[in-house]
């Protein structure tokens, strides 16, 4: 397990470094792509086994027979998060964009409104208003540098039109691990305004040594009746390409309108998705995990130093995810100002602030999960770029 092997991605249709030229206008020679969430890492070789036995099979027929991904998922989430999942309440979706759209389309409709707790991970935003809901951006608080919630704000900027909350925890962008006081804080808010809480756990696994990631059925028990949890194996592992995740609900009438929803749609599960997921659901994987956290851990380490050299930019302390949120309003430029340094002048591709929602214009989402060198190779771009600031 060595994380500090480059591996060239180039030519694997890859959206990370095959598209940075097209959106970014940065060559494959000298660009440094550090943007959409995927690690230039290979999974644990118990995945890479999984495929490679599909692929020594040859046949590559429709998946059957969920009972063993089932025990991984069981066993995963009762071992690293106690938590007991009812294997009824699991539902196997093509990732958790997909499951966004389908809890969407579910549970509200056409008109209604969706709570944001903004900045936040920009598809949720994409997928609600594409499905013609309003989305209703409640901003996280900025205390000392981090996020926290703002719920007495929050009650003032509800229409009456929301119907559902879609929460990131950990949180994307900024890692946050919320505390189990915020989550209640957040399951009561949904309470109080009779709203759906749809809680994305996707970083779940992704949390520095010293962080506990509590998940929201665990830390809300009490408001179980209007709970959606969306979890993966995908963002942990380096598998988003096989497009899994589960929506798991632990309601019985929700979960009854859901089934109906996805008989309705045809979703069905990705072979290669569920074996991957099993394999990776397992103790070697979890041994890979560790290691990774703890490889992540030296990268954002060296990436906030780096950072805190150049002034007028603060990245957000990491407490889980490997995204790094970096303010530049200190420097008193314009967001064009900035990214052309850091695009045009570092060579650096990154998500912009702005679509993450209110709260995150003056940002820029570093991905910090690539070998130590190419974090050290960026941080020295960086400081150069903004060398007349020194
Ligand atoms: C909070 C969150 N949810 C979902 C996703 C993507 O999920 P999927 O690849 O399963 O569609 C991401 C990707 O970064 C994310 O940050």
Known sequence: MTFDTPINRFGTHCAKWDMMEKLYSLP???????????????????????VDRMAAHGIYGYFGDDSKYLDGIQWWMATRHGWDVPRDAIFTTHGLVNGTGLVVDTFTAPGDAVVLLTPVYHAFARVIKAAGRGVTECPLAVVNGRHEMDFERWSSLLTGAEKMLILCSPHNPGGRVWTADELRGVADFCKRHDLLLVSDEIHHDLVYPGQRHVVMAN??????????????????????????GNVIIPDPDLRARFANRLTALGISANSFGMHMATAAYSPEGAVWLDGLMA?????????????????????????????????????GMTAAEVIGRVETTAGIATNYGTPFGAGGETCLRFNLATPRAVVAEAVARLQSAFADLQ
């Open 295 to 331: 490889y992540l851990d030296g990268n954002r380490r060296l990436f906030d130093a780096g950072i805190a050299t150049i002034p007028g930019l603060t990245s957000m302390p990491l407490e889980a995810t490997y995204l790094a949120w970096v303010d530049f309003a200190g420097t």
């Open 28 to 50: 494959a020679s000298g660009g440094l792509a550090m943007w959409v969430a995927d690690m230039d890492f290979r999974p644990p070789t118990c995945v890479q086994a999984a």
């Open 219 to 244: 830390a809300a028990p009490h408001i179980a009746d209007r709970l959606i949890m969306m979890t993966a194996a995908t963002k942990t592992f380096n598998i988003a390409g096989c497009h899994t």
